[in-house]
């Protein structure tokens, strides 16, 4: 068995973002790894169940050896096998994002023998995490710029403390990703969104959020802000929650959101305005992707066959902890420069991952 490459998991981001990215790239680049200092930049170290189902669905996933599953473990040691096909199942047992899941696994699926099934369980909708319909509406259009794409079908939202979502994603394999140019942000021609509430909180907190949503957003579109105020139906949802997803999209292809939920806390129209603000705070600069995409992008740049350039607002800790990873365990070359008006472009050059796919 091959000697695995040490990764410390308090470097820079210091949470599950180091385990699920060095992970991706562990079955992807067949190399095995050991992972110390698991969440070790977090109150709480070690795993918990969302990362423990993480861990096993990509072990499945490969057919690999794993040491170390223990909730609270801050030690893995992981050997991965050859990408399978098929169906795979993760059931967090609490709120745990499924989102994050796949974030974990959609990279490594695409790469997969055949076609891919997950079936998930765990919180569709809460803190900490992108929500799954972010998920669905902004980043799977980034994703598919690079030539991958997936199928979605929610059966049951989860939110906190009871999680209980339940989605299936269905994914199939492609032979290698191209790379990507956005750079040029163009002009906004669409401005959209969903505003929910589920239970018992009223239909006013969806329109709060709506309203604070787009007297933000107007202030960088002057023409319809087309945001749906719903109720989720009974069947989808019992527990009470509510939030908001906005996206943009502009006449060159750019498309990025805004998020949050709501909050006893923080008034619902001040929510609203700041899930609006991620969108505005990317405009001012002419960014082609948002803040929460950055990072997500960085793993599909370094699996692209060429080199890649996005413009992007400055790079966030998550971006960061990204480009690092890829390049510790990839041959992925990034460079990142700042602009005139503030803005940045990553670079990168990526090593071509191809797949043998039948």
């Known amino acids: 068995m091959a ?38 930049g977090r109150k709480k170290p070690g795993l918990l169940a969302q990362h423990m189902k993480g861990i096993e669905l990509l072990r499945d ?8 599953l223990e909730i609270g473990s801050t030690e893995i040691e992981f050997h991965p096998g050859e990408i399978g096909r098929g169906k795979f199942t993760a059931h967090i047992e609490t709120a745990g994002s499924v989102s994050l899941l796949m974030q974990a696994v959609l990279p490594v699926a695409i790469f997969g023998s055949g076609a891919i099934t997950l079936d998930l369980k765990g919180g569709t909708n809460v803190e900490m995490a992108p929500q799954v319909d972010f998920m669905t509406e902004i980043f799977r259009p980034n994703m598919e710029k690079f030539g991958a794409t997936f199928d979605f079908d929610l059966f049951r939202r989860g939110y906190f403390p009871k999680g209980g979502g339940h989605c299936v994603v269905h994914v199939k394999s492609i032979r290698s990703l191209r790379p990507v140019t956005l750079v040029d942000f163009g002009v906004i021609n669409k401005c959209y969104g969903w505003s929910f509430v589920s239970g018992a909180v009223p239909i006013k907190v969806a329109k709060d959020l709506s309203g604070g949503a787009k007297n933000m957003l107007k202030r960088i579109y002057r023409e319809d802000i087309d945001i749906e105020e719903y109720r989720e139906s009974v069947d989808m949802a019992t527990d009470n929650c509510s939030g908001i997803i906005l996206g943009i999209q502009t006449t060159t292809g750019v498309v990025m959101g805004g998020a949050a939920l709501g909050s006893r806390q923080k008034d619902a129209f001040r929510i609203g305005e700041d899930a609006a603000n991620v969108i505005k705070s990317a405009y001012k600069l002419r ?54 008006n503030g803005s940045f472009i990553i670079e990168c050059d990526g090593i071509g991952i191809q797949n043998q796919v039948e």
Not at 9 to 18: A, D, V, W
Not at 61 to 68: I, N, T, V
Not at 308 to 330: D, F, G, N
Request: positive net charge.
């Open 287 to 340: 960014a082609c992707v948002d803040r929460h995409v950055q990072d997500m992008v960085v793993v599909l740049m370094a699996l692209a066959e060429g080199r890649s350039r996005i413009k992007t607002e400055p790079l966030t800790l998550h971006t960061q902890t990204a480009i690092h990873v890829a390049q510790m365990m990839t041959d992925a070359k990034f460079t990142v420069t700042e602009q005139e």
């Open 61 to 68: 996933l490969c057919s690999a050896e794993a040491k170390g």
């Open 3 to 40: 000697k695995p490459m040490d990764i410390d998991g308090s470097m820079l981001e210091g949470g599950g973002q180091i385990l699920r990215m060095a992970l991706g790239f562990s079955v992807l680049c067949r190399k095995p790894i050991r992972i110390f200092n698991i969440r070790g």
